[in-house]
T-cell receptor, first 115, second 110 residues
Framework: DADVTQTPRNRITKTGKRIMLECSQTKGHDRMYWYRQDPGLGLRLIYYSFDVKDINKGEISDGYSVSRQAQAKFSLSLESAIPNQTALYFC??????????????FGDGTRLSIL | GQQVMQIPQYQHVQEGEDFTTYCNSSTTLSNIQWYKQRPGGHPVFLIQLVKSGEVKKQKRLTFQFGEAKKNSSLHITATQTTDVGTYFCAATSGTYKYIFGTGTRLKVLA
């Protein structure tokens, strides 16, 4: 969805560097998510946030941190990147106001390579 | 933790043949969603199932939720080349976070 924008789209960096991936949305959704996708492993949840003051760990949060700067912005940081964090990263949003789980809307992804 | 197993991992079919992918969980699910990811693209929501035994159709796609709410299937009738991609299920089990299956990659040979 063009309503969920991820930057950068591609990034190559070196082991030990600090990296921030950014996600912004114009859908007005409260809930935001970060996933990583690896071949054969599907999508795995890193962190999720249900509003600005809410941050929750997902399945694979070690080595990552997040910041929910505003309702529309949710950034993912790798404090000291390592090669096994090479993956395709997706941000997603969903509407939390309708009483039950809603569809998730994904950004176009950030392809991250760590050398 | 909760796991969602999805089979098969890959499926190659001739155009016009049918295709089915299955998701299974050891725990009872609150609901299940299905997504399609085209090659080079991002997952796109297809449908959500909530009720035990629910069946929903979208043109050539039929989605089912098991009676025990522990499994689900997506069936495509008479596949077309536009059906190519990876199909994921995503499930919740009493929480508001989604666990994705590993996906089934479909290739359709013309």
């Amino acid at each position: 969805d063009a309503d969920v924008t991820q930057t950068p789209r591609n990034r190559i960096t070196k082991t030990g560097k600090r990296i921030m991936l950014e996600c912004s949305q114009t859908k007005g959704h409260d809930r935001m998510y970060w996933y990583r996708q690896d071949p054969g492993l599907g999508l795995r949840l890193i962190y999720y946030s249900f509003d600005v003051k809410d941050i929750n760990k997902g399945e694979i949060s070690d080595g990552y941190s997040v910041s929910r700067q505003a309702q529309a912005k949710f950034s993912l940081s790798l404090e000291s990147a390592i090669p096994n964090q090479t993956a395709l990263y997706f941000c997603a949003t969903s509407d939390g106001d309708r009483g039950r789980n809603q569809p998730q809307h994904f950004g176009d992804g950030t392809r991250l390579s760590i050398l | 933790g909760q796991q969602v197993m999805q089979i098969p991992q890959y499926q190659h079919v001739q155009e016009g043949e049918d295709f089915t992918t299955y998701c299974n969980s050891s725990t009872t699910l609150s609901n299940i969603q299905w997504y399609k990811q085209r090659p080079g693209g991002h997952p796109v929501f297809l449908i959500q199932l909530v009720k035990s035994g629910e069946v929903k159709k979208q043109k050539r796609l039929t989605f089912q939720f098991g009676e025990a709410k522990k499994n689900s299937s997506l069936h495509i009738t008479a596949t077309q080349t536009t059906d190519v991609g990876t199909y994921f299920c995503a499930a919740t089990s009493g929480t508001y976070k989604y666990i994705f299956g590993t996906g089934t990659r479909l290739k359709v040979l013309a």
